[in-house]
């Protein structure tokens, strides 16, 4: 089967970092993203990796290590509009995208 | 390039009756995939459309059933709605690896 587990939620204070962290087990991996949703609105994609290391983008970062079945996303100098619900998904091997429970994230001032 | 639409926004129904849900992707996208998303069960997935064709179905009972139409606009229908099914139902487009969310549709069965 597969699954994955992130912490359900998250408090930081504005202008700090945080990280959130992914395991996964899946029969076949083809890669980690990661999404952001906002309350009442839908998931927006923020990053990808395929392979292992660090993606950066902007005050986001993602990392993966296939070894440990491991990812985290982090955010760098936080602001009050990051306050959302973070999700890492795996793509399986037909391509479709299984999610994990999400994070909720609130920056406080 | 207009984004992922879903119609209706805000549907209610009773349970025993059906629903029909539409997605239309953003243009030139091919691939459709369906979710389930509540708060106890996060974003699960139902199923995906590539070309009019079903490519992959999530662990949902027989009664969430979908198609997708020549021009790339899908349809997903829930038969015999129970109070469970009440959620916000997502559909998204691909290109690549990445994939576009509509707005969803909050599907509430009383």
């Known amino acids: 089967g597969q699954s994955l587990e992130q912490p359900s939620e998250v408090t930081a204070v504005e202008g700090a970092i945080v990280q959130i962290n992914c395991t996964y087990q899946t029969s076949g991996f083809y890669g980690l993203s990661w999404y952001q949703q906002h309350d009442g609105g839908a998931p927006t994609f923020l990053s990808y990796n395929a392979l292992d290391g660090l993606e950066e983008t902007g005050r986001f970062s993602s990392f993966l290590s296939r070894s440990d079945s491991y990812g985290y996303l982090l955010l760098q100098e936080l602001q009050m509009k990051d306050s959302a619900s973070y999700f890492c998904?795996?793509?399986?091997?037909?391509?479709?995208?299984?999610f994990g429970k999400g994070t909720k994230l609130s920056v406080k001032p | 390039k207009a984004g992922v639409t879903q119609t209706p926004r805000y549907l209610i129904k009773t349970r025993g009756q059906q629903v029909t849900l539409s997605c239309s992707p953003i243009s030139g996208h091919r691939s459709v995939s369906w979710y389930q998303q509540t708060p106890g069960q996060g974003l699960q997935f139902l199923f995906e459309?590539?070309?009019?064709?079903?490519?992959n179905k999530g662990n949902f009972p027989g009664r969430f059933s979908g198609r997708q139409f020549s021009n790339s606009r899908s349809e997903m229908n829930v038969s015999t709605l129970e109070l469970g099914d009440s959620a916000l139902y997502l559909c998204a487009s691909s290109s690549d690896r990445e994939q576009f969310f509509g707005p969803g549709t909050r599907l509430t069965v009383l």
């Open positions: 998904a795996v793509q399986g091997s037909q391509g479709n995208l299984i």
């Open positions: 459309y590539f070309s009019e064709t079903q490519r």
